[in-house]
């Protein structure tokens, strides 16, 4: 399983993947961080996408995931998913970033995706702290892949070298079948 698994360092929106996954906000608009980058990168045709869905559904819940195709970035499609805002750990927070997860990967699935990347959702402006968040991430991918044949490919994408060390622990953890 593990060798579906990779932790890189880089910008996600030039990892070539079929399906990239933006840590979105509720409003679906873009913001600051990796979800401000993808829609800069990705142009005005995925904020058009990310209007209409907005229309017909209103914001997304922190937890969920919507799809839309991926304008002019290398992917195939985007995968927008809320995750929690940090409270102190006591307000389902890891129930919601697995979640997060979770239900990315099934709509990645679902629709025929076989390499995915996902930042480190919820540590940014959500204030999520990186070590736990990190812990969640590869738990809940590990559980979802060891059962499922697609995705063939997930990567961490990392912004930073501690990050980056953090998955890489996680990943190297599992191999050594180390409880995460």
């Avoid at 239900?103 to 996902?118: D, K, R, T, V, W």
Wanted: proline letters at 5%; a negative charge.
């Amino acid at each position: 399983m593990l060798q579906r698994m990779r932790a890189c360092s880089g910008d996600i929106t030039r990892i070539p993947v079929d399906v990239i996954v933006n840590a979105a906000n509720p409003s679906l608009l873009g913001g600051g961080g990796v979800d401000g980058a993808i829609h800069r990168a990705a142009g005005p045709a995925l904020l058009a996408e990310c209007k209409q869905i907005r229309q017909q559904q209103g914001e997304c819940a922190p937890g969920h995931a919507v799809i839309t195709g991926a304008g002019d970035l290398p992917a195939r499609a985007v995968i927008h998913t809320v995750g929690p805002v940090w409270h102190g750990g006591n307000h389902q927070e890891a129930e919601l970033l697995e979640e997060a997860y979770h239900h990315s990967l099934e709509l990645a699935s679902a629709n025929g995706y076989h390499s995915i990347s996902f930042p480190a959702i919820s540590t940014g402006a959500y204030g999520y702290p990186a070590d736990q968040a990190a812990r969640i991430a590869v738990a809940t991918v590990n559980r979802y892949i060891t059962r499922r044949e697609h995705p063939d490919l997930v990567l961490f994408v990392c912004f930073d070298e501690q990050t980056l060390a953090l998955y890489q622990q996680l990943l190297a953890d599992l191999a050594d079948h180390k409880v995460l």
